[in-house]
Each structure stands twice: as structure tokens, then as C-alpha cells.
T-cell receptor, first 113, second 112 residues
Framework: GQQLNQSPQSMFIQEGEDVSMNCTSSSIFNTWLWYKQEPGEGPVLLIALYKAGELTSNGRLTAQFGITRKDSFLNISASIPSDVGIYFCAGQPMETSYDKVIFGPGTSLSVIP | DTGVSQNPRHKITKRGQNVTFRCDPISEHNRLYWYRQTLGQGPEFLTYFQNEAQLEKSRLLSDRFSAERPKGSFSTLEIQRTEQGDSAMYLC??????????FGSGTRLTVV
């Protein structure tokens, strides 16, 4: 079945540093989504990408839909303590007829003040 | 409308008991999803409703699990004869078919 891989698994960075994480798949996806989850809460949508090559920003966050449609990256600039959390990539497989979404295992981000 | 609401937030139950969770989606969203999330993992798809019709069930959803969405609004997820392996966060999400899902805060189930 479809599977998403995320790297790195975890990151420890200094406040103010930029962060980059990515997500890859062995199959083609129609949509890429990036979510953030904080302890005890559900995932919150950060950025949605719908076209190959699309580059979208949301404040300090920037994400891109890979040209091959098998990968995506998320960058966070000038990290702050509230960026701490687990970041999940998620994608809608090409062969599904509705918006079923598959999630990656997540990248855990820790920001050291 | 304040988003997707899930109740209860936490549930502790003894092995073998039945439990039921409720999800109230965003009112104008016709699509509703249940996911399960275990510690250190991403959410795993369980089932999907479009209005009141249950259109897909994951093989993760054993015979002990049943989900309903009787009037196309709120949904319930029932687990019968709970097992320790059922301990997880159960997440509900809703959408209109674009712009990604909106998740609730989840119900954390602990089976002792």
C-alpha cells in the first residue's frame, strides 16, 4: 500500500534558526498537506498543495509540491518556541476517488530558546 | 461553528467493555473521517462517510468496530469487547472535499 516517509525523524534547533523537513512517497499523490500537532490535540492544517511544482507560503512557513508528485518539503524560517510540535506530511493518493489522506510518521521539532 | 467536536476527550475502560465515541463535524462539511493514532505514529485511516453513507472501511477496522452517521451529521464510533491494543487516540475529521481536513481534538482511549 501507499506509504509516506518523513525526514528527519526529529530535530533540535536553536530559536531563530531555519528548519527544513521533507516527505517522500513511492507513489504519486494528487495533493500534499502539511499538518502540525501539539500534545493532546488533533493535527492542524498548515499548508495545502494541489499542483506539481506549487510553492506556497503561510507566514514563516513555505512548502512545495515536488515536480515528480512523489515528494514535498516544508521550511520554517526564524523558528520560535511555539513552533515546537510534530509536523506531519499527508497526501491524497492518485488512485483514490475522494479525499482520503495518508499520513507520514511525523517529524518532531524541538526549539531551544 | 467552532470546528470539529469530539466527546469524550478521554476514556478509560476495562478490557472487554464496550465504548462509544461521538464526533460532531463542521456543519457544512458533508465528508467525515475517523482515524486512529498511536504514540509516535501518524494518524491511520479507519473509515469515511459522505453524508450518511459509509463509503470505505480500512482493514484496521475489525468486526469489533462499527461506525455510523445516521443523519449525515454527527457520527459515532463504537468498539465492542475492547482489548489493550485498542488504546490509542481516535481522531475525527471533516471536509467539503477540498482544502484538507479539519480535525477534532480526539478521544484518547486507555484500555486497562
Amino acid at each position: 500500500g501507499q506509504q509516506l516517509n518523513q525526514s528527519p525523524q526529529s530535530m533540535f534547533i536553536q530559536e531563530g534558526e531555519d528548519v527544513s523537513m521533507n516527505c517522500t512517497s513511492s507513489s504519486i499523490f494528487n495533493t500534499w498537506l502539511w499538518y502540525k500537532q501539539e500534545p493532546g490535540e488533533g493535527p492542524v492544517l498548515l499548508i495545502a498543495l494541489y499542483k506539481a511544482g506549487e510553492l506556497t507560503s503561510n507566514g514563516r512557513l513555505t512548502a512545495q509540491f515536488g515536480i515528480t508528485r512523489k515528494d514535498s518539503f516544508l521550511n520554517i524560517s526564524a523558528s520560535i518556541p511555539s513552533d515546537v510540535g510534530i509536523y506531519f506530511c499527508a497526501g491524497q493518493p492518485m488512485e483514490t476517488s475522494y479525499d482520503k489522506v495518508i499520513f507520514g510518521p511525523g517529524t518532531s521539532l524541538s526549539v531551544i530558546p | 461553528d467552532t470546528g470539529v467536536s469530539q466527546n469524550p476527550r478521554h476514556k478509560i475502560t476495562k478490557r472487554g467493555q464496550n465504548v462509544t465515541f461521538r464526533c460532531d463535524p463542521i456543519s457544512e462539511h458533508n465528508r467525515l473521517y475517523w482515524y486512529r493514532q498511536t504514540l509516535g505514529q501518524g494518524p491511520e485511516f479507519l473509515t469515511y462517510f459522505q453524508n450518511e453513507a459509509q463509503l470505505e472501511k480500512s482493514r484496521l477496522l475489525s468486526d469489533r468496530f462499527s461506525a455510523e452517521r445516521p443523519k449525515g451529521s454527527f457520527s459515532t464510533l463504537e468498539i465492542q469487547r475492547t482489548e489493550q491494543g485498542d488504546s490509542a487516540m481516535y481522531l475525527c475529521a471533516s471536509s467539503r472535499g477540498e482544502h484538507g481536513y479539519t480535525f477534532g481534538s480526539g478521544t484518547r482511549l486507555t484500555v486497562v
